[in-house]
């Protein structure tokens, strides 16, 4: 590295866990020794990826799976996504031994497909497992021929012949939901065809919802044989999935129902859409404290994927560091101890819930507004500024006033004023589609309420 090089330049080499790192380190020698370890593999190292073997098919996954639902937008833009470093990225995935890539014909304003095929098409199709979706929430894909249509148009945008991992998409609602998208229409015995035909290679659903449907389906597999399951799998849901949400399932459960069958895990939000990696700095403190030359979010990682019956675990990386520092946690993986696993339950876990967010996860399933609002732009916010102890307080405090500017003009930097919580009109079209259950429209109108008595110097009275 040049010695000219900028500060920003080097932290922006770094990334952001590494900047941190810095920071916790700064004075101590044996810390300084670890960074100095963690600088020399911020390049992370070929040919160590960690492989598991799906049993149903044999195929050999990559444990570290690359998620294409926030794919990275050109410069200023909000609606052209830049395919270039969705290539390059794509490259050093695959360079680095990362074989699967999820994606569903909804994810990217419905680009993420397309662009998927083309960063893929430019490598040999033995080098890569694809997976996506039966996205079809949507009345018109809901019928025998409309699902049938964004099957064949999946394969399309893709450039495939055939589809790895093929998913139903989001079951958990409830059972008429199930049957509607997916049984009445006849759909399923189309997809167990295709399966029988090659053009589908492994057949499984994701799962967001209720206990009661996540059984029933299951259930299904000596009918469908389920070759797979995506579930959502962290330190924070395994034990207090239902806790955060009372529609949620602990992911202890589902993981444990899945193993009774021999049904390979797929697991998804590892981080909890960021939560996981944005942690209060007492509980990152925590963390690094422990190991000083790794991220926050790497404890994330090791985590989801240590269990045995994990085939492989999604992360939607946009930005080349965050592919960078979740490789290094899988090339190759370094399981968490049992007293590592306790340490996340009972001392992080523990806290988190504790601090009573809104259980955002970042997915922008509930997205676009129809009027325009960054529903989960106004979430991140709001949790961020409570994990950080900067929300505006009610008591008559010294840092009232300081976190109140702090909050306001923090606010208008994240989410445009034209996008912000005011605009809600409670028409409700977000609520059916959030996998965590929030009642969405009562949330915003909190927050609105909220900034609203901040303006008005009113929070006080």
């Given at each position: ?371 325009g609002v960054d529903i989960p732009g106004l979430f991140v916010h709001y949790n961020k500024c409570k ?64 900034v609203e008595k901040l303006k008005q110097d009113k929070l006080l009275e």
């Open positions: 590295m040049e010695k000219n090089i900028s500060r920003r330049s080097f932290l922006k080499y770094l990334g952001a866990g590494t900047a941190t790192t810095l920071i916790v380190c700064a004075g101590n020698k044996q810390g300084s020794n670890a960074t100095e370890e963690y600088k020399k593999q911020v390049e992370p190292p070929v040919g160590k990826m960690t492989y598991r073997t799906n049993s149903s098919t044999g195929d050999k996954v990559s444990l570290l799976g690359y998620g294409m639902m926030r794919l990275p937008m050109k410069e200023g833009s909000d609606n052209e996504f830049d395919q270039e470093m969705i290539n390059r990225q794509t490259d050093y995935a695959i360079e680095h031994g990362l074989n699967y890539f999820d994606t569903s014909p909804v994810y990217c304003q419905g680009q993420s497909e397309h662009c998927t095929g083309i960063a893929l098409s430019r490598h040999k199709r033995e080098e890569y497992y694809v997976a996506t979706k039966l996205s079809n929430f949507h009345p018109s894909f809901q019928t025998r021929e409309g699902a049938i249509s964004m099957y064949k148009k999946s394969l399309s945008e893709l450039q495939v012949d055939y589809i790895d991992y093929y998913l139903l998409h989001a079951i958990g609602k409830d059972m008429d939901e199930f049957n509607k998208r997916f049984v009445d229409n006849g759909i399923m015995d189309y997809l167990v065809k295709e399966r029988e035909a090659g053009r589908i290679r492994n057949l499984g659903f994701s799962f967001h919802g209720k206990k009661e449907v996540f059984d029933e389906v299951l259930a299904m597999h000596d009918k469908y044989h389920w070759d797979f399951v995506q579930i959502e799998l962290n330190y924070l849901d395994w034990d207090f999935a239902n806790e955060i949400s009372s529609k949620n399932v602990d992911a202890r459960y589902l993981y444990d129902e899945l193993q009774k069958l021999n049904i390979a895990a797929v697991i998804m939000e590892p981080l909890l859409g960021g939560r996981l990696a944005n942690l209060p700095q007492y509980l990152a403190t925590t963390l690094k404290q422990r190991i000083p030359e790794r991220s926050v979010a790497s404890w994330a990682f090791r985590y989801a994927g240590t269990p045995k019956g994990v085939l492989t675990v999604l992360s939607g990386m946009t930005y080349m560091e965050h592919l960078k520092d979740n490789l290094l946690s899988y090339c190759p993986l370094k399981p968490l101890t049992e007293e590592e696993q306790e340490f996340l339950h009972g001392d992080i876990a523990k806290q988190i819930v504790g601090l009573e967010n809104i259980p955002c996860n970042d997915c922008k399933y509930c997205m676009p507004c129809p009027y994990n950080e102890g900067l929300l505006p307080s009610a008591l008559m405090d010294k840092t009232y006033k300081e976190n109140r500017r702090k909050y306001l003009i923090s606010l208008d930097r994240s989410v445009p004023r034209a996008r912000q919580a005011d605009h809600c009109i409670g028409c409700g079209q977000c609520q059916p589609h959030c996998p965590q259950n929030i009642r969405i429209p009562q949330e915003l109108r909190k927050i609105d309420e909220f």
